[in-house]
């Protein structure tokens, strides 16, 4: 009879184990969901995410969104490397209106 709680203990730390590990990756930057979708791709793909990805860290807003166009438009992407590519486009799109609404002057 004393064991019984042994247990459900067992199970509860082998789900905070299962959380954790699912906590770490959801943990992943927009940036490196979409560097993981093109670690298989031909070194210059790679490259050219890099420089999307070092645009984006610097707000250069444009050459970011320009470039992932061009890539969708002219590469047959699968399907993570479109939704990495979607999301971070979305998330370019929404960084670059806040930043205009904080340049735009108070009326």
């Not at 943990?27 to 979708?37: A, F, G, P, Q, Y």
């Not at 999307?52 to 444009?62: N, S």
């Not at 670059?96 to 904080?102: R, Y």
Request: hydrophobic letters at 40%.
């Amino acid at each position: 009879m004393r064991l019984l709680w042994l247990i459900p203990a067992i199970f509860m730390i082998g789900h905070l184990a299962a959380c954790e590990k699912l906590d770490t990756r959801h943990k992943k930057t927009v940036e490196e969901r979409l560097l993981d979708s093109f670690s298989d791709s031909n070194e210059d793909l790679r490259a050219r995410i890099g420089r999307v990805v070092a645009a984006a860290e610097d707000k250069d807003y444009e050459f970011a969104m320009n470039e992932l166009a061009v890539i969708s438009a002219t590469i047959k992407l699968e399907k993570d490397q479109k939704r990495a590519i979607g999301d971070l486009m979305r998330q370019l799109r929404y960084d670059l209106e806040e930043e205009e609404l904080e340049d735009k002057p108070d009326e």
